[in-house]
């Protein structure tokens, strides 16, 4: 893999093309300018425009979709029509699974869901998960927050609008009580104490990727929970329930993106614990950590912006490098996590540690 193409050039997108750009050469398709500098030749053109896309993407042997979740689609079927591997950081279930369809008869690889959540934190579970021989819980959160939050809400859309309601309103999928089954999005709140600091947790769509499936018939409960500073939950059913505004997303999205701007100081809570039996001893594991805005080539990224964009760079360095498959559906939770912090750009979250 030599020439590797990224679309949809936001915050994002723009670092993951600067990241793949040390080791690939790499070209950027997007309607619009870049959010920031990039380091690498830009096409203008709209992925509406099949045929100029298709020709885009021709000569290519990999492209990564930064777009929001419902422009992913024919970014994807361009990439299988063409033979080439495809990437995106979609949370959303439909899209995966007509995406998955496709991978069926692939001829490169189809990998979705590739940024945090879903993403690097299956890649933590699954790590966490394959120490044990006999599992009995699994409990991934995220939290993508700003560090000093003000108001009710404490809370700033530091990504996409779109996708933080997408998450909120569909179902989410979990294992409860040894059964696969849909759970509604803002509910299950529980508190959780890190350090003095108290967050409330809630269920949200698409978190788990493919995890149900892998881990069917095998665990007691599973479930994906977004982390928030408490309070957010009730006001958000307030928003999307109480006066009825789930059917006005865009309307939403506007209100939200007005009131809530994007932060520079921003902090990305992983967690992860896992329990179950070592042999005949029952035993807990657990994953901890906060990520913070780093410097990449003299520039500053906020959190939730580089630890998306390093964990997608990450799987397209595995694909590569050889260390994954070559074709078809990737599933984040069969992703070696020694081998995806030891690539260049999966290395940046251990360098926080």
């Not at 021709?58 to 299988?80: I, M, R």
């Amino acid at each position: 893999m030599k020439k590797v193409a990224v679309i949809g050039l936001g915050k994002v997108g723009s670092l993951v093309g600067t990241l793949l750009s040390d080791l690939f050469t790499v070209t950027g398709f997007d309607q619009n300018k870049p959010a920031t500098d990039v380091p690498f030749q830009v096409v203008p053109g709209s992925i509406k425009e099949t045929a100029q896309l298709e020709n885009f993407l021709s000569g290519q042997d990999a492209v990564v979709s930064c777009l929001p979740y419902n422009l992913n689609l024919p970014v994807a079927q361009a990439a299988y029509k063409l033979g080439i591997h495809y990437f995106d950081l979609t949370e959303d279930v439909s899209t995966t699974a007509a995406i998955r369809e496709m991978a069926k008869t692939s001829k490169g690889v189809m990998a979705p869901q590739c940024g945090l959540a879903p993403g690097f934190i299956g890649i933590v579970g699954a790590d966490l998960y394959g120490r044990f021989t006999k599992l009995r819980d699994v409990e991934l959160r995220v939290g993508a927050l700003p560090r000093y939050p003000n108001g009710l809400m404490g809370y700033s859309f530091t990504w996409s609008p779109a996708g933080v309601i997408n998450e909120y309103i569909n179902d989410a999928e979990v294992i409860h009580n040894g059964e696969r089954k849909m759970v509604p999005s803002l509910e299950g709140v529980e508190m959780i104490n890190i350090e003095g600091q108290e967050f409330e947790a809630f269920t949200t769509s698409g978190g788990l990727g493919t995890m149900c499936e892998t881990l069917s018939g095998k665990v007691d409960t599973l479930n994906y929970k977004t982390m928030r500073y408490p309070g957010h939950a009730k006001l958000m059913r307030f928003l999307l329930y109480e006066l009825i505004l789930k059917e006005k997303r865009e309307l939403v999205e506007q209100i939200l993106t007005e009131a809530k701007p994007p932060v520079r100081e921003d902090v990305v809570y992983v967690y992860a614990v896992v329990e179950g039996w070592k042999g005949d001893q029952l035993a807990r594991e657990e994953f901890y950590h906060a990520y913070h805005p780093i410097l990449i080539n003299g520039k500053e990224w906020r959190a939730i912006s580089w630890t998306t964009a390093a964990s997608v760079a990450a799987v397209v360095e595995m694909v590569a490098n050889g260390t994954l498959a070559n074709k078809g559906f990737i599933k984040q939770e069969e992703i070696s996590y020694q081998a995806f912090i030891k690539t260049k750009n999966g290395s940046l979250y251990e360098s926080q540690h």
